[in-house]
């Protein structure tokens, strides 16, 4: 039985678990003290740990399934048991945009029963010869054949494994290894362009572990803590929805009058009191014409149990149904049926059918280029975009060019005018890269950046906040100079990784349709993004800003 160290460095265990599926093995890498104080967790660690345990060579030979390593990282401060910190890391290879991919996902679940079982992130690699599932326990590790598992919905699995503290599985979309395959992490949709699909091109069908979901590890300075926990629950959330409209980045009501397919309309039932994630609201919702946010749910619900990541879905039934009202396809469905049965039939047969859908799972490019359709072509670089309008944000635009699709708050919240382009969007490059170092969900903190951030040096409550969290969490203060650099280092770190990974980078804005640039009906009130005028002094910008580190 392996011994964990109740106190390792600085004060805790912290261990990662490697797991090798081709030779059923598993073993035990110590995070050393140097490695720690320079990655510390969540993105940062697992950009070290994709450098550590990837295999170039297997994927340029087409062996994904062998060469790219499932890498899941714990944010710094996701073990302590607050609300407002519980987010990992998921990273790992693309099929679709054929480069490397990170997710952010916040599971309280997850994080405390991995720490609690000693690790501070798990490593897969390698290829099973048949599907398999892991089980974590803190004495006992087992890596089982679950043959009995195929085609099974991730709601099965979830009744089948009910005992485990968290759980991670794939549907049948991910065993099919279909590119728009997700992974059901605790309930959450986790991953877009394919990330269940290197599940089931590994034959991993789930992992489950059996830790603490309650062991709650004690914070290093008391005082901090208290502050900390304060400042988060004494905030109050912007209701971005409102903003949607105001902005011109998402349409509320009127959306009947609007000719921008990307102008999603969200209708007045949709309020601050539904716990639906707005994204998904208008991936699943005003993106296909449903404005009844219960019906969203039972899609949303749909997409979850079949292991289909929602906005790759959204973009399909938005495409699917537009070409058959013109005619171009002919999904075979009773027209009679409702709406939202027609839906839910269309996502079970792009999830689990090889019938006459498996045109569909070419990608919208190749459909587009095929059928001549491309009015409704929401892809860049075969990575979908989300549902925002891109001509409402210069810099989310800008970031589209350069294949990332980091938001800009500042711009989401109509400040963009008073901000420069450039250093708007590489301020959120660093807020998420530090957000995620430690474990904020970006998406949770985002109103926080909005109200208190400013990325200087000085009278930055929010970065103070965070510097704060950061000692709280590694047992040791730094400045928060010396934060921001670690941020800057995350962030440069994830850019050398993505190009290394291509086999050629672009930055263009070719990669944005042009739909979406040049079309003159947006609310925005603006006819152009004029992203070419910044892609030139945002590459400048950062070389310089690398240069210095």
Known sequence: ????????YPY???EILVIDLTKDEYSYAKLDEKVATQYHGGRALAYKLWVDYVDWDAINKDCLYVGAPIIISLGAASDLGYDFAKSSTLLTYSLESKSVVSYNFSSKNFALALSSLGFSALVIKGRARRLTSIEIWKSEIKISLCENFHNLHTRDIEMFLNEASSLISIGAAGEKAIDYASVNIDSLNVGRCGVGAIFGMKNLKCVALYGSKDKLRLPYYEKAAI??????????EINYLDCASKYGWAAIESFKYRTDPRLWGLGSDLTADCD?????????GANIGIYDWKKVKILEECCLSLGVDPFS?????NWVLAAEDEKIIDLKIDRNVDVLDRLIIIIEYLATSKSHFSILNEGVNSLAKKFGFNKNNFTSLNKELLPLDLRGLKAFSLAVSLDDDTFVPWEMFGELKKKNVVKALYTAQIYREICEILGLSWKNVLYLVYLDGKLKKTNNRFIKI??????????????????ILLGKKSFFSRRSIEEISKDEVIYSISNIPIYFITNRFSNYGENTVSVGSFLDDYLSFIKEEESTL
């Open 1 to 8: 039985m392996r011994k964990t160290i109740e106190k390792g």
């Open 12 to 14: 805790r265990n912290r």
């Open 227 to 236: 502050e900390v926990k304060t400042y988060f629950e004494n905030m109050k």
């Open 276 to 284: 639906l994630d707005w994204l998904i609201a208008l991936a699943l």
């Open 313 to 317: 879905i959204g973009i399909f039934l």
């Open 466 to 483: 965070l510097t704060k969290l950061f000692s709280i969490a590694e047992g040791y203060k730094i400045s928060e100079e010396e934060l």
